[in-house]
């Protein structure tokens, strides 16, 4: 039997969280492990051991919303990935959210093989957007990229992996690709991290487009 990816759901639309779940049971990839109105519910559920490969959260959300969901989240269960599935497309919610520690977003009024892509991007390569939102995010987060650390002294195989890492590779990809294992490509990103003092990814990425640090062309 092919491998399910755990999956669960934060809405506190009854109807949108039943028309999530129904949608996401005819994927044959996910299996739903629960579902929750908010962010209360979403702690109470992984804290009794239902901790999932990826979880769907809305943004607005009473008790503990979508931004302070994904924050505890980020603290406690790094391992889970976030998907934000919410009605705020400008850039700056966005932004928003990707600093709280989101993986991808999609709009509530996305066609259903949209959320599926991006339930696989955010699953496999950590991180998704869609096409018409990237370059727009991309070039307001590096409004503020000289506001980080000059980042004169990272070393050329930490170069390498920013570089596949802005071409989209997942974490299994580049790992091939350089002949390493998933937990050297930690230490290179804890290592960059904290050169740069940058740790969402797509921050760290805008870095290094901006300052010329990767070539993502060639």
């Known amino acids: 039997m092919p491998l399910k990816y755990n999956i669960a759901i934060a809405d506190d639309h009854l109807l949108v969280r039943k028309g999530l ?14 579902e929750a109105d908010d962010g209360t519910g979403v702690v109470e559920n992984i804290s009794n051991g239902k901790v999932p490969d990826l979880i769907i959260l809305d943004i607005n959300m009473p008790k ?40 991808g977003y999609i709009s509530k009024t996305a066609e259903p093989h949209e959320l599926k892509k991006a339930c696989l991007a955010v699953i496999k390569n950590g991180f998704y957007l869609p096409d018409d939102m990237s370059g727009a995010i991309i070039n307001e987060i590096s409004k503020v990229g000289a506001q980080h650390k000059p980042a004169d002294d990272i070393g050329a195989r930490e170069l390498q992996f920013l570089e596949l890492l802005a071409k989209g590779m997942s974490y299994k990809e580049i790992a091939s690709k350089m002949y390493l294992s998933p937990r050297t490509l930690d230490d290179y990103k804890r290592s960059i991290s904290k050169k740069t003092g940058i740790k969402n990814r797509i921050e760290l990425v805008s870095f290094a487009i901006k300052n010329g640090l990767v070539n993502i062309m060639k």
Not at 21 to 34: A, R
């Open 64 to 103: 503990m919303d979508g931004y302070k969901t994904a924050q505890w989240l980020r603290e406690n269960y790094p391992q889970s990935r976030i998907l934000a599935v919410t009605m705020h497309s400008d850039k700056y919610s966005v932004i928003h959210m990707l600093r709280c520690g989101i993986n």
């Open 21 to 34: 779940l129904s949608l996401i049971k005819s994927f044959d990839d996910f299996e739903v492990v629960f």
